[in-house]
């Protein structure tokens, strides 16, 4: 890994980088998706190839270290994922960082869209069915004046 | 044109006041949480699955050591694993703190919904830029005054603003006010609006009330409102240059523009703005 390399947008070094990943998805319900990631290793560090899986791997396992998990929001997924959570074997940390980074690779490496692999955090997750059966009742409450 | 080159000249030394101003603001606000982010980068730091542990057996077994090359080790009493992130959690006060919304309804703060909140920062935004385009032709032109006490209220009275801007448009014939492109939008005269909190990740931009109000003002001219995701807090729009994005509550961070798609600048980016 090449830990060294600064980048060319900010300056920022890649432990920077990741620790952004890891307060943000704490930070906001809607959490951290593997697009910034991707974009960040391609257009902010220039990295492709074998560095770039590395770079990947490593986001990953940042955010999966502090029990994030990946779903998809089909609606804005550029890869044609279908919505809801996405598991792997007994979901580990270790399982969503290979599964994550295997289907990645076997769908050509592409850069991503906003709902692909968001990784959210069991308290996020809590706020947002909140939010879901919140709208729920008020499309019902809607329907029932309608 | 002398008059016309004098007034740009004040406009432009007002403009460098008002820089002036917010970045001596972000600078102090900076330093508030400067603190709270060097915590955290402390513990997150110390926090690698390489790192050694005492050997089992031990009275401290288990425990995470410094790993110091001397031989000097210390027994280090951060946690790993699920403590870690319930450390971190607490720590930021992540998705466990609760911002209640609150707006100021005749002349006092009033709780509403994080749906409510969201309802009135996207119709006063669209209010105002409908108000902005009718001075453009009439300076003098002001909308009728209302006086509201509840929420629903607010929104409501900022609907008509709009309306009555709207129509004021009609019949001046200036009836169409052009979209700003995105990029445009979030970086108006190539100026960066808002700021990085310390510890934020890259992509994320904090910004004050005058510069949020503008940037939304702007990003909802022409844009039209598509279907959200399900998990979504908040509403979805779609604009004319192909740009989309939403407007939500943050549970954590309030009143929050997200964007589908990274916006690149310089030497930096947006996919998010929060206000602050």
Not at chain 1, 6 to 31: F, K, N, P, Q, W
Not at chain 1, 110 to 137: C, H, M, N, Q, S
Request: proline share 5%.
């Amino acid at each position: 890994m090449k830990n060294e390399l600064r980048s060319r947008l900010d300056g920022g070094t890649m432990d920077d980088y990741v620790a952004g990943y890891v307060h943000e998805v704490i930070d906001d319900e809607i959490g951290v998706n593997l697009a910034s990631i991707v974009s960040d290793g391609r257009r902010s560090f220039g990295l492709e190839g074998d560095d770039l899986v590395a770079y990947v791997r490593r986001g990953v396992a940042a955010l999966a270290a502090i029990g994030a998990r990946p779903e998809h929001w089909e609606m804005y997924s550029r890869a044609g994922h279908l919505d809801g959570p996405v598991h792997y074997g007994a979901d580990t940390p270790e399982e969503i960082v290979e599964g994550v980074v295997a289907e990645w690779i076997a769908e050509g490496m592409p850069d991503l869209g906003w709902g692909d692999y968001r990784f959210i955090t069991a308290e996020g997750r809590a706020y947002l069915d909140e939010v879901v059966e919140r709208k729920r009742r008020e499309a019902a409450a809607s329907d029932d004046h309608g | 044109m002398d008059h016309e080159t004098l007034d740009t000249s004040q406009l432009s030394r007002s403009e460098d006041a008002e820089r002036a101003r917010r970045r001596l603001f972000s600078e102090v606000l900076g330093l508030g949480v400067e603190l709270r982010f060097l915590r955290f980068q402390y513990l997150y730091r110390k926090y690698s699955p390489d790192q050694p542990r005492v050997p089992a057996g031990n009275p401290d077994g288990g425990q995470w050591t410094g790993g110091d090359p001397t031989g000097e080790d210390t027994i280090v009493d951060e946690p790993a694993g699920d403590d870690f992130a319930e450390a971190l959690i607490d720590l930021i006060g992540g998705p466990n703190r609760r911002q209640t919304p609150t707006v100021r309804v005749g002349g006092r703060e009033v709780e509403v919904t994080p749906g409510q909140a969201v309802r009135l920062e996207v119709t006063t935004a669209q209010a105002r830029a409908a108000e902005a385009a009718v001075r453009e032709i009439d300076p003098t032109w002001r909308p009728r005054a209302s006086l509201t006490e509840t929420v629903e209220g607010e929104i409501a009275a900022a609907e008509a603003r709009r309306s009555e801007a709207e129509a004021r448009l009609m019949e001046l014939g200036g009836g169409y006010l052009a979209p700003l492109d995105t990029a445009q939008c979030l970086a108006l005269g190539g100026l960066r609006l808002g700021w990085r909190e310390p510890g934020a990740g890259r992509g994320i931009e904090t910004v004050d009330r005058v510069s949020f109000d503008r940037i939304l003002s702007e990003l909802l001219v022409g844009a039209r409102e598509v279907q959200s995701p399900a998990s979504y807090n908040g509403r979805s729009f779609l604009r004319s240059d192909g740009a989309r994005f939403g407007v939500r509550w943050s549970n954590s961070n309030g009143p929050t523009i997200d964007f589908a798609d990274d916006w690149f600048f310089s030497s930096w980016r947006i996919n998010k703005v929060h206000l602050k």
